[in-house]
């Protein structure tokens, strides 16, 4: 059917189903947000390192492992940009009200 012939599609489907709930519950937290901004950055550096191996030992050509290797640190500079705006505008907001209460 589909041309699911095994089970591994609800598995995975099932795992980034109880991440995103998981993350659902915490992710108002500025140190939740971090990490996994830095674990996805570790996971890209990770292929990086993976595409780069691939192109030297000659399973893939050079040009596919640097188009793949550019998209992943793309990815990663991206997420680490956007969580450390996130965390930075959140404690200014937090500063903000800190003021407002003092006043």
Same mark, same amino acid.
């Given at each position: ?5 095994? &089970? ?7 795992? #980034?189903?109880?991440?995103?709930? @998981? *993350? $659902?519950?915490? #992710?108002? *937290?500025? $140190?939740? $947000? ?9 996971? +890209?550096?990770?292929? &990086? =390192?993976?595409?780069?191996? @691939? !192109? *030297? @030992?000659?399973?893939?050509?050079a040009?596919?492992?640097f188009?793949?290797a550019? *998209?992943? @640190? %793309? =990815? !990663?500079?991206? %997420?680490?940009?956007?969580?450390? /705006?996130? +965390? /930075?505008?959140? /404690?200014?907001? $937090?500063?903000? /009200? ?6």
């Amino acid at each position: 059917m589909l041309g699911l012939h095994d &089970i591994q599609y609800l598995y995975e489907f099932l795992f #980034w189903v109880f991440i995103y709930l @998981s *993350l $659902r519950l915490v #992710w108002h *937290l500025p $140190r939740v $947000r971090l990490a996994y901004g830095i674990a996805v950055a570790i996971f +890209n550096f990770a292929a &990086i =390192v993976m595409y780069t191996i @691939s !192109s *030297l @030992s000659g399973q893939m050509g050079a040009l596919d492992a640097f188009a793949f290797a550019f *998209l992943h @640190s %793309m =990815v !990663s500079v991206v %997420m680490l940009t956007l969580i450390y /705006k996130e +965390n /930075k505008i959140d /404690k200014e907001k $937090r500063d903000l /009200k800190e003021e407002k209460i003092l006043k």
